[in-house]
């Protein structure tokens, strides 16, 4: 007895203390990929440019260098060569198209696609009127920040607001409405 009361005075348990401080988050933009979406008359970069703007406002997203691009043009009808992205680092790719319909109307499609997994992570097609592609290219940024973020967008938003103008005894007031991004 006398050395079991010896053995538990003299020995104290190992004991180790681990400390771990939270205090803030750590949220690095996703490095996304967005080459100019194909089109006969231009209006693919338009809206293709328009869709990198807003993400990138969003600060989730840092849109890749166009530079940088290994494949200038991507088939949206196939799947793209997955590791000319990730050698750039892009976690995602959207390759999109845009055609003109016999009745005028634009038809806008895009896929968005997981670089590493090598998997298509959404695709949709939008028709619209020509003079209507801001507004498109503000639902496939909402598609894809939903589809990423889990969370609605909100690219596709307006603006109302009052302008004023004139002296102070001829005031003209203005209902104006805007883009969210200012257009």
Same mark, same amino acid.
């Given at each position: 007895?006398?050395?079991?009361?010896?053995?538990?005075?003299f020995?104290?348990?190992?004991? &180790?203390l681990?400390e771990?401080?939270?205090?803030?988050?750590?949220?690095?933009?996703?490095p996304?990929?967005?080459?100019?979406f194909?089109?006969?008359?231009g209006? +693919?970069?338009?809206?293709?440019?328009?869709?990198?703007?807003?993400?990138?406002?969003? +600060?989730l997203?840092?849109?890749?260098?166009?530079?940088?691009?290994?494949d200038?043009?991507?088939?949206?009808?196939?799947?793209?060569?997955?590791?000319?992205w990730?050698?750039?680092?892009?976690q995602?790719?959207?390759? +999109?198209?845009?055609n003109?319909e016999a009745?005028?109307?634009?038809?806008?499609?895009?896929?968005?696609?997981?670089?590493?997994?090598?998997?298509?992570?959404? +695709?949709?097609q939008?028709?619209?009127?020509p003079?209507?592609?801001?507004?498109?290219a503000?639902?496939?940024?909402?598609a894809?920040?939903?589809?990423i973020?889990?969370?609605?967008?909100?690219?596709?938003?307006?603006?109302?607001?009052v302008?004023?103008s004139?002296?102070?005894?001829?005031?003209?007031?203005?209902? &104006?409405?805007?883009?969210?991004?200012?257009?």
């Amino acid at each position: 007895m006398v050395l079991a009361a010896m053995v538990c005075t003299f020995s104290t348990p190992a004991m &180790a203390l681990v400390e771990i401080n939270i205090n803030k988050g750590n949220v690095a933009p996703m490095p996304i990929a967005i080459p100019d979406f194909s089109s006969k008359n231009g209006i +693919g970069a338009q809206i293709s440019a328009v869709v990198e703007a807003d993400l990138k406002r969003s +600060g989730l997203f840092a849109p890749v260098n166009h530079g940088a691009f290994i494949d200038k043009n991507v088939n949206p009808d196939q799947a793209p060569n997955m590791q000319n992205w990730t050698v750039l680092n892009a976690q995602a790719l959207v390759v +999109g198209r845009i055609n003109q319909e016999a009745d005028g109307r634009l038809r806008a499609e895009f896929r968005l696609w997981d670089t590493y997994a090598g998997q298509q992570m959404s +695709g949709q097609q939008f028709y619209t009127q020509p003079e209507n592609w801001r507004r498109v290219a503000h639902i496939i940024a909402d598609a894809i920040y939903e589809r990423i973020t889990g969370e609605k967008g909100y690219f596709d938003t307006r603006i109302v607001f009052v302008s004023e103008s004139g002296s102070k005894t001829d005031r003209k007031h203005q209902l &104006a409405i805007m883009d969210q991004d200012g257009a």
